[in-house]
Nanobody, 123 residues
Framework: QVQTVESGGGLVQPGGSLRLSCAAS????????VGWFRQAPGKEREGVSC????????NYADSVKGRFTISRDTAKNTVYLQMNSLKPEDTAVYYC????????????????WGQGTQVTVSS
């Protein structure tokens, strides 16, 4: 059971907020770079945010800067993605992935993936 498990998705109105959780099973997330990706219908998977295992630095896609915040809770072995001021274009399946290397936005860098959690932003 070496995997990441996403939760916290759902239906929210534009301007609303959600907090996604990425819990690790079978390994410790603090040793990995953790990335959030999303895939909207008809589009390729894209990187949203990542947090480094080495120094805790964070990165955000331009489309979510100022609205999303990634954080890590080592005690809970969980990484979060706080999403504020949500827009309809944020609608997608969101995936959490763990990287034993030093990648961020390239899905091929990641070792472990979850099943995804659906985020729908609609009135």
């Amino acid at each position: 059971q070496v995997q990441t498990v996403e939760s916290g998705g759902g239906l929210v109105q534009p301007g609303g907020s959600l907090r996604l959780s990425c819990a690790a099973s079978g390994f410790l997330l603090n040793y990995y770079t953790v990335g959030w990706f999303r895939q909207a219908p008809g589009k390729e998977r894209e990187g949203v945010s990542c947090i480094s295992s080495s120094d805790g630095r964070t990165n955000y896609a331009d489309s979510v800067k100022g609205r999303f915040t990634i954080s890590r809770d080592t005690a809970k072995n969980t990484v979060y993605l706080q999403m504020n001021s949500l827009k309809p274009e944020d609608t997608a399946v969101y995936y959490c992935a763990a990287d034993g290397g030093y990648g961020c936005y390239d899905p091929e860098d990641y070792d472990y993936w979850g099943q995804g959690t659906q985020v729908t932003v609609s009135s």
